[in-house]
C-alpha cells in the first residue's frame, strides 16, 4: 500500500525565544518492506544552520538552530511511502524463547540490528519484578517466542485501558503498569520492560497507522497521532518482528516506521533546547492517507525480515 504522510508539530510559545537549538527525527528512511518514495521536511522560521545526518540505529537526524526571536516553531513532514504486507509467520515454527534468550545474551554482534542492543536496561525502560512476573505469564517452558510474544501483546490490551492524557512522555513503564492505563507509548515500554526482564531482546518503534482502515475493519487506536509498537527478536531465521500491543495485532501494512531505538528517548520526534522564559503549547496533527497500491507495471515492494545472525561469544558460527 502507498501513503501520504502529514504531520504538523507547532510549539507556541509563552514569551519571545530568542535563540533555539533542536534534532528532530521526523524524516522517514527506507527500511525492510518499507519505501520512501519522497519526504520533505519544512521548519518554520527557516533555520540559521541546518544538517541531516543517520543516527546509530539508522534512523534520519535533522539538527537546527535558530538565532533570531521567535515565538512560534512549526515543522512539518510530507513524504509518499509503500508499505509491504507482513511476512506471514508461524509462530509454532519460531524458536523456544529459553533459546532465543540464550542466542541473544551469547551474541558478540554489535551490528545496530543487533539483538543485544535491546537486552538490557535503558533510559526510558528499567527492568522492574513486578512487570517481568506479569510478562512470564505468556511464556511457560517451551513456548516459542512469537507464541509468547503474542500472548503478551493480546494480555497487555486486553488489561489495560487506552486513556490519553492519563500519561506523558516521562510517565515510566512502572507507572503505568501500576495504573493499567496510557497510551502505545506506555504499551509498548510495558511491553518491552516485560520482556527485557526475561532476557529476550525488544526495541521501540515510533511511526504512524493509517488514518482510515478498510471498509469493515475498525479504527485502530493511536491513528490521529504518531504511534509506537514494539519490536521482538525472535531468533536469526525470524529476525525482528513487529507487534502492537495498543491494537494487539502483527505490525504490517497499516504501520508505517518512523525510527527505532531502545526506547522512547531514542527516537523523540523533536528534542531542543530553547532559551526563554514561561511555558508552551504543543500541537501535532497527522494524516495517513491511502493513495492505493502500486502501479501494475510495477511489482508490488517485497517484505524482507530485518535478520542478523546470532553468534556465541568468542565468534563461532553455529
Known amino acids: 500500500m502507498i501513503y501520504d504522510v502529514r504531520q504538523v508539530t507547532t510549539y507556541d510559545y ?3 525565544v530568542p535563540f533555539s537549538r533542536h534534532v528532530a527525527r521526523l524524516t522517514p528512511v527506507d527500511r525492510p518492506g518499507q519505501a520512501v518514495r519522497v519526504a520533505a521536511l ?5 533555520p540559521a544552520e541546518r544538517s541531516e545526518a543517520d543516527d546509530f540505529f539508522g534512523n534520519r537526524i535533522t539538527s537546527f ?7 512560534l516553531l512549526k515543522v512539518e513532514l510530507r513524504a509518499r511511502i509503500e508499505v509491504a504486507p507482513a511476512e506471514p509467520l508461524i509462530g509454532g515454527l519460531t524458536p523456544p524463547w529459553e533459546t532465543v534468550a540464550d542466542l541473544a545474551l551469547g551474541s558478540d554482534d554489535l551490528d545496530p540490528r543487533s539483538p543485544a542492543h535491546g537486552l538490557y536496561p535503558s533510559r526510558r525502560v528499567t527492568l522492574e519484578a513486578p512487570i517481568t512476573a506479569y510478562a512470564a505469564g505468556s511464556f511457560p517452558a517451551g513456548q516459542p517466542i512469537l507464541d509468547g510474544a503474542s500472548d503478551l501483546m493480546r494480555r497487555i490490551r486486553r488489561d489495560f485501558r ?6 506523558d512522555a516521562a510517565t515510566r513503564p512502572d507507572q503505568a503498569f501500576a495504573t493499567r492505563r496510557g497510551v502505545c507509548q506506555d504499551f509498548a515500554h510495558v511491553m518491552i520492560a516485560g520482556l527485557r526482564g526475561l532476557g529476550l531482546p525488544a526495541r521501540y518503534v515510533s511511526g504512524y497507522l493509517r488514518t482510515d482502515p478498510p471498509p469493515g475493519r475498525p479504527r485502530l487506536e493511536g491513528a490521529d497521532a504518531t504511534h509506537a509498537w514494539v519490536s521482538v527478536w525472535c531468533g536469526a531465521d525470524a529476525g525482528w518482528v513487529g507487534l502492537d500491543p495498543t491494537n ?7 504501520h508505517i516506521v518512523l525510527a527505532i531505538g531502545r ?3 531514542d527516537v523523540s520526534p523533536l528534542d531542543g533546547v530553547i532559551i526563554a522564559s514561561g511555558g508552551h503549547t504543543l500541537d501535532v496533527k497527522v494524516d495517513v492517507i491511502p493513495v492505493g497500491p502500486p502501479p501494475r507495471d510495477r511489482p508490488a515492494l517485497a517484505r524482507v525480515a530485518e535478520r542478523t545472525p546470532a553468534r556465541r561469544a568468542g565468534g563461532a558460527d553455529d
Open 14 to 16: 509563552g514569551s519571545v
Open 42 to 46: 519544512g521548519i518554520e522560521p527557516p
Open 65 to 71: 538552530a535558530l538565532d533570531h526571536p521567535h515565538d
Open 162 to 167: 487506552y486513556a490519553p492524557g492519563s500519561t
Open 248 to 254: 494487539a495485532m502483527l505490525a504490517g501494512e497499516d
Open 263 to 265: 526506547d522512547y528517548a
